[in-house]
């Protein structure tokens, strides 16, 4: 893997790309850095703006809740008609309600001088009556029964009256309207007044938040006292923060900046779409992004570009060198228009390419021809082994006139040497090479009487395959010239099967015999594929077979060679019917 990771760093596409990009994305992303850099500074001045504005509005709500507490908290303090409202009627009928009169007329008077106030009420628990007093310019004096109903619930209601705020301003609803409501407590009575969230906000409605801007006040929780179908519709957070703007909403397309009221809990925001921040950048960013945007369209044509003209036609030609080397020698350029200087190329090589496949062709016939020949001559030199011995038998059998033994003999030769005569084949069935060795192991029985056995295992589904010739003989010939002894028997034991050990199918053979088997400097130098032959032609055989062996089926046959109570040799090579 890593091999395969260098030459792809070092490949032309990866130079040629990757000289692209350093050239390009520094470039293009300064330029994106720079746009983004002044989206930001024209967010913040934006946000900066609109957070001094509503500062300031705030300031005035502020400034007028400011100015309300201060008549409450004097109205209760000067008031001393308001014990009167604090007991029952029954004690002074006409003086309660005379004092109801006066107080109603003093606070209607009075709220006329505060701008954005609805309403004063002063409520009385001992008797359950609520004194209303609307301002008379309120745009909620027709609704001042549903409004004198929610603020009797609320005084009635101990549990929200025990964690009520006396000294915060706090959002009260009524039929889906906002107030801002402030209560204070003067002695068992209850004052307050009631300031529509509408009102509040009127100013603020100059600002040019766009078509989809707006201002509003949010609750303690941020939750919007208007407009709350917008906001749940664009999924837009209104969790501000006085020291920064947030983005939100659907693909982040609103800025949000609030400031929160001194007085109560509540808070003022406004919401801006993005989109119109950004038309208020200058044309010079604008041409940044599309000056960015065209090094992108540019940098992708110059590698289709690159690809075509350069990287393809270099690409057509790495693959078919890649193939060549594999050894597909038929693998050849396709012929596709390109530069004059690739179409000499392909045809260049193209050209090389089959004058080196017919070189190769021409080799390989040469080498076949050689290896037939080296076959040839090494066959030649197994044939005269024992000839000068066998006739020495004849002659001394002759001389006993043992004729039916020179008969057996003789008929044992002949088919010897038929099969000598004609094993310069490259294979031969396993069958006749097995009778020829028994042909041969036949014959040595007359030299080594009482001295010789042999046994040969092998299913009849084997017969028919095909082997090198003289592959066993070969072997046994070396047991009769180094394992025979006179003084007590030798036997030679072969065993033929099918080998399913490896993944393909193998032809096992195992030759072992009863002698004293290999030494110990011999068996090393044969499991480390030394030769051994010498002048004299010593285990001249076992080099022939190991030379034959390789040359015709090079890595898929092998030859072992052991002691176990004797020598043993285990020959493995293809199964194959096919003569080869």
């Not at 939100?248 to 406004?270: H, N, P, Q, R």
């Not at 060795?437 to 007359?446: G, H, V």
């Amino acid at each position: 893997m890593k091999l395969i990771n260098r030459s792809q760093f070092n490949s032309l596409r990866f130079k040629l790309i990757s000289g692209l990009m350093l050239v390009m994305l520094p470039m293009v992303s300064f330029l994106i850095y720079s746009n983004q850099y002044s989206i930001d500074v024209v967010r913040n001045q934006v946000a900066q703006s609109n957070n001094n504005m509503l500062n300031l509005y705030m300031g005035l709500i502020d400034m007028t809740l400011g100015d309300i507490d201060n008549y409450l908290l004097k109205f209760a303090a000067e008031e001393t008609g308001l014990y009167i409202l604090d007991r029952p009627p029954e004690v002074d009928i006409d003086r309660y309600n005379l004092e109801r009169i006066w107080l109603f007329t003093e606070l209607k008077d009075n709220a006329t001088y505060y701008q954005g106030l609805d309403y004063f009420f002063v409520y009385s628990p001992l008797n359950q009556n609520l004194l209303f007093a609307p301002k008379l310019t309120s745009s909620v004096y027709s609704d001042n029964d549903f409004i004198k109903d929610a603020i009797t619930n609320l005084m009635q209601d101990e549990q929200a009256m025990r964690n009520y705020r006396y000294d915060k301003w706090s959002v009260f609803h009524v039929n889906e309207q906002a107030y801002l409501l402030h209560t204070i407590k003067e002695g068992n009575l209850y004052i307050g007044a009631g300031v529509n969230a509408e009102d509040v906000m009127g100013p603020l409605d100059l600002l040019d938040l766009g078509t989809e801007g707006r201002s509003l006040l949010v609750d303690g929780s941020n939750a919007p006292l208007q407009d709350e179908a917008f906001f749940n519709e664009h999924h837009i957070d209104l969790a501000y923060s006085s020291d920064s703007y947030l983005l939100t909403g659907i693909d982040k397309k609103y800025l949000v900046i609030g400031e929160k009221s001194s007085k109560g809990e509540f808070g003022l925001v406004a919401v801006v779409p993005d989109q119109n921040i950004l038309e208020k950048l200058p044309y010079l960013q604008r041409i940044i992004l599309f000056i960015a945007t065209g090094s992108f369209v540019i940098l992708l044509i110059a590698l289709y570009f690159l690809r075509k003209v350069i990287l393809l036609p270099i690409n057509r030609i790495v693959v078919a060198m890649r193939k060549i080397k594999e050894g597909y020698f038929e693998a050849r350029i396709p012929d596709k228009p390109a530069s004059n200087e690739f179409e000499l190329m392909n045809k260049t090589f193209n050209s090389m390419v089959s004058d080196i496949q017919q070189l190769k062709i021409d080799v390989y016939e040469e080498q076949l021809n050689n290896q037939k020949a080296e076959l040839k001559q090494l066959q030649l030199q197994i044939n005269p082994h024992f000839f000068l011995n066998s006739l020495n038998v004849v002659y001394y059998l002759a001389q006993e006139k043992k004729y039916e033994l020179i008969q057996e003999l003789s008929h044992s030769l002949i088919r010897y040497f038929r099969f000598m005569f004609r094993s310069n084949t490259v294979c031969v069935l396993l069958k006749d090479e097995l009778s020829h060795t028994e042909s041969y192991l036949n014959i040595q029985k007359f030299r080594f009487p009482d001295s010789l056995t042999h046994t040969v295992s092998v299913k009849d589904e084997l017969l028919d395959c095909c082997i090198p010739p003289l592959i066993i003989q070969s072997f046994a010939e070396n047991t009769i010239k180094y394992a025979i002894n006179t003084d007590e028997p030798t036997h030679i034991d072969i065993k033929i099967w099918r080998s399913d050990v490896f993944p393909d199918d193998k032809l096992h053979i195992q030759i072992r015999d009863s002698g004293n088997g290999f030494s110990e400097e011999v068996l090393q130098q044969l499991q480390q594929e030394i030769n051994l032959t010498n002048e004299e032609g010593e285990h001249i055989g076992i080099w022939n077979a190991r030379r034959r062996l390789r040359l015709l089926y090079g890595d898929q046959a092998s030859i072992a060679f052991s002691n176990d109570n004797g020598a043993v040799i285990d020959m493995i090579m293809p199964l194959s019917k096919e003569m080869r």
